[in-house]
């Protein structure tokens, strides 16, 4: 039998009938949001938990910059023998001062005199430190003291932060497909189950090779586990809460850093600092598996509508939004996402967007869309650079190290409550880039200061910190928006912080309490 010709007028009627003809997908689950309560009693639970779930992670994140702490050492001469060490010198101090002071890595020479060790001066001879080293790990450890990473194997300090950050870059693109795929909160319980194991396991490491293996595996869960769960408060809820929660989240952040401050000085052995701030993530994970919901909003998109049902009919009961006529709105939206698909194929052969599996690749064909992603993917190089550039670098600065770590993350607080106020009454650019030119003349400026003056470089500092928070944050936000749901955005916009992370830490100077790399980042 000949095929009936395709009427299209006759289809576009029908198309044009639907019950939701003037409404996207998106649109259409916004509204579904909003009937079961856009930001009710199941949002404020929700938040409250993914709260306290950023604090930890922050605290487990940033041990990071403690973990890795110079621990003070002294080099074995060659061919040493304690038995000969003169009588009345404890081994400490004799290592102490045959170990050249002023090059660190370098050690006396020693003479032998009626079977004991001659004291060295000034102008005896010096050989490298390549007999061994001993470290005094009476007050603090680190790696450090651990794998002896000191002389000729310090970098390797900073090798480990860079093998993180390259986990971290991989696990933003590996869970980013994934969740997009599978589900955001199935990845981010593999995620934290990778993340939590990977933590314990660094503890007990061997060697040096497997730490930085593990380092790397515990990078690549932390990415999962950071953007799923602030995906899935961020789409659980509508989009007149994102801007609040978006600050919020980024706040509590900002007090896991405060509080590792803390926790850091009292727990000095990195093991032990380790423990601490790992064990509670275990606890975390049970009580989310057995009350976060998968996104509504990535079930909807996915054409999930049982599942979606479900979960928004929870969402509803907890809100008490029983008669809103959610599973209805679904049940139309099914029928309205079948008719779109069939005519869509028999009118364009299947070339419906919203059945399109897109990939990053797509925000680089238009020009305009290039241009926007070139520009977020910059910003979100530089604001990396110097967000954590700081961060790091706070525990090397003149004075004292907690207190030091604990005034650049506190001023992270106020700057989120700042921005939530800022970015609500000024919109997102022009904030952006104010907070981003304050940030960065605070670190020209902090180049120039005396040497000698400590307070006013560290409160140039400081203020550096708190502009390059506000835009870290507004980044944070603007990519949210910009960034459509298809693409999975954290993932996206967090690819040029990624790789600038990996190569950051190698331009952070060791002994100075200036910021010289500030001038490059502003």
């Not at 869960?221 to 809460?241: F, H, K, M, P, R």
């Not at 093991?271 to 049970?286: E, R």
């Not at 700057?415 to 997102?428: Q, Y």
């Not at 916009?493 to 060791?510: C, T």
Request: charged share 20%; hydrophobic share 45%.
């Amino acid at each position: 039998m000949e095929k009936k010709p395709l009427d299209l007028n006759e289809l576009s009627e029908k198309f044009a009938a639907a019950e939701f003809k003037d409404l996207s997908t998106s649109e259409i689950t916004e509204e579904i949001l909003r009937k079961c309560g856009g930001y009710g009693l199941f949002q404020k639970l929700l938040t409250v938990f993914i709260l306290i779930y950023v604090v930890f992670h922050a605290l487990s994140t940033l041990t990071m910059v403690f973990i890795r702490e110079k621990v003070p050492f002294a080099c074995y001469p060659s061919n040493f023998n304690e038995s000969m060490i003169p009588p009345n010198i404890s081994l400490d101090v004799f290592l102490n001062d045959v170990t050249v002071k002023e090059e660190k890595c370098s050690v006396y020479t020693l003479d032998i005199e009626e079977g004991f060790y001659i004291l060295p001066n000034s102008n005896s001879t010096k050989e490298p430190c390549n007999n061994g080293q001993k470290f005094y790990t009476k007050d603090l450890t680190s790696i450090v003291s651990e794998f002896g990473l000191v002389c000729e194997k310090e970098w390797l300090k900073n090798f480990a932060v860079s093998v993180m950050f390259g986990g971290y870059l991989i696990g933003n693109l590996i869970f980013g497909i994934c969740s997009d795929k599978f589900g955001r909160f199935k990845m981010f319980c593999a995620a934290d189950i990778l993340f939590i194991c990977c933590c314990f396991a660094k503890i007990h490491s061997p060697n040096y090779g497997v730490f930085i293996l593990l380092y790397f595996l515990e990078g690549f869960g932390y990415a999962g586990c950071y953007i799923n769960i602030y995906t899935i408060l961020l789409e659980c809820v509508s989009q007149d809460y994102r801007m609040h929660l978006n600050f919020a989240v980024h706040g509590a952040f900002a007090l896991g850093e405060t509080f590792l401050a803390g926790v850091a000085f009292l727990l000095r052995k990195w093991q032990h600092l380790l423990y601490a701030v790992t064990i509670p993530h275990i606890l975390l994970l049970i009580i989310a598996v057995k009350y976060i919901p998968e996104s509504p909003r990535w079930l909807l998109i996915q054409g999930k509508f049982a599942a979606a049902e479900k979960s928004v009919n929870r969402i509803a009961r907890t809100n008490k939004r029983h008669n809103q006529n959610v599973g209805k709105l679904i049940w139309k939206l099914q029928r309205e996402t079948e008719r779109k698909s069939k005519f869509e194929e028999e009118v364009e052969g299947n070339t419906n967007p919203e059945n399109t599996n897109y990939t990053a690749i797509d925000l680089l064909r238009k020009p305009r869309r290039a241009m926007i992603t070139t520009n977020i993917w910059f910003n979100w190089l530089v604001n990396s650079m110097l967000y954590y550039g700081v961060t790091l670098n706070s525990v090397d600065m003149s004075g004292n190290r907690y207190i030091n770590f604990f005034m650049m993350s506190a001023v992270e607080i106020p700057a989120n409550i700042l921005g939530c106020i800022s970015f609500k009454w000024f919109g997102h650019r022009k904030p952006l880039c104010f907070f981003m030119v304050f940030g960065g003349i605070n670190c020209i400026v902090s180049n120039f200061v005396p040497k000698g003056n400590f307070w006013f470089p560290l409160l140039l500092a400081v203020l550096g910190k708190f502009g390059t928070t506000l835009s870290f944050d507004g980044v944070y936000l603007t990519s949210a928006e910009l960034f459509p749901t298809a693409v999975r955005f954290v993932n996206i916009r967090n690819y040029g912080g990624n790789i600038e992370d990996m190569w950051r830490v190698w331009f952070i100077p060791e002994d100075t309490q200036y910021f010289h790399f500030h001038f490059y980042n502003a």
